[in-house]
């Protein structure tokens, strides 16, 4: 993929150079590079708000109580994860931010989540826990749930695109 735009880039600078436009492909490169330094600065500022926020919801024990609002519906969509399994957690913190528009603040979580799933099928595959076992490296039901749910993310209040605003 590097490769490719390395290409691409390298032919647009050809063909202006070709067509005497080389200044305005440097000027409009620059003017780019100006607006994207600046979306990073906003987005990495709404960023640490609502990873923040969510931190705080955590420790104030929001998240738990929201989470066990959500028990039955984990509980269907990942019916083989123990009742109080370390991934039912950052899985509902995901999910949570996910609806409200929150996708950055829903990758941390979602890290996690992965993080324990691998760790359940680890504890399976030492027979410590129930459950398929599979090889390592292979995903487990439980992950390509969760993926697909993380992927298709219902976004019920889009704050992102409010930020930008």
């Known amino acids: 993929m590097n490769y490719l735009w390395a290409f691409m880039i390298l032919i647009g600078i050809v063909y202006a150079a070709l067509t005497g436009n080389l200044q305005n492909a440097a ?4 003017s780019s590079a100006q607006e ?6 906003t987005m ?13 919801a955590k420790d104030s024990g929001l998240i738990e109580k929201i989470k066990e609002s959500f028990d039955p519906l984990l509980h269907f969509l990942f019916p083989s994860i123990p009742q109080h399994h370390p991934a039912k957690e950052p899985i509902a913190m995901n999910i949570i931010a996910n609806v409200l528009g929150l996708g950055w603040a829903a990758t941390p979580a979602g890290l996690k989540a ?9 504890d399976r595959r030492q027979g410590r826990l129930p ?24 976004q019920l209040i889009p704050v992102n695109v409010i930020a930008y605003d």
Do not use: H
């Open 36 to 41: 994207a330094v600046q979306l990073s600065l």
């Open 27 to 30: 000027d409009a490169a620059l």
């Open 131 to 154: 459950g398929p076992v599979r090889k390592k490296g292979i995903a487990s039901n439980e992950m390509c749930t969760f993926l697909i749910i993380n992927i298709s993310s219902l």
């Open 44 to 56: 990495c500022g709404i960023m640490s708000l609502w990873v923040g926020l969510m931190e705080v």
């Open 114 to 122: 992965m993080e324990e799933l691998s760790k359940l099928e680890d």
